[in-house]
């Protein structure tokens, strides 16, 4: 994921509205310094990969 983030170009496949939040989400990457600080890795003792892997639809989230 951090990938997407730190890379410069942009996929062909996206729209404009896919575009514009893309590089909302660099601009603030890069703000938050998350590449050196991955702060939101581990919020409230769940993991991104619990998250990943729970049920969708479950009402658990």
């Known amino acids: 994921?951090?990938?997407w983030?730190?890379?410069?170009?942009?996929?062909s496949y996206l729209d404009a509205a896919a575009?514009?939040?893309l590089?909302?989400?660099?601009?603030?990457y890069r703000r938050?310094?998350?590449g050196e600080n991955p702060?939101?890795?581990w919020v409230h003792g769940?993991?991104?990969d619990d998250v990943d892997s729970a049920p969708r639809g479950?009402?658990?989230?």
Do not use: K, N
């Open 1 to 3: 994921m951090c990938w």
């Open 5 to 11: 983030y730190e890379a410069d170009d942009v996929p």
């Open 19 to 21: 575009q514009r939040l």
């Open 23 to 28: 590089e909302e989400g660099r601009e603030s």
């Open 32 to 34: 938050l310094s998350l």
């Open 39 to 41: 702060v939101l890795a």
């Open 46 to 48: 769940v993991t991104t």
């Open 58 to 61: 479950s009402g658990h989230w």
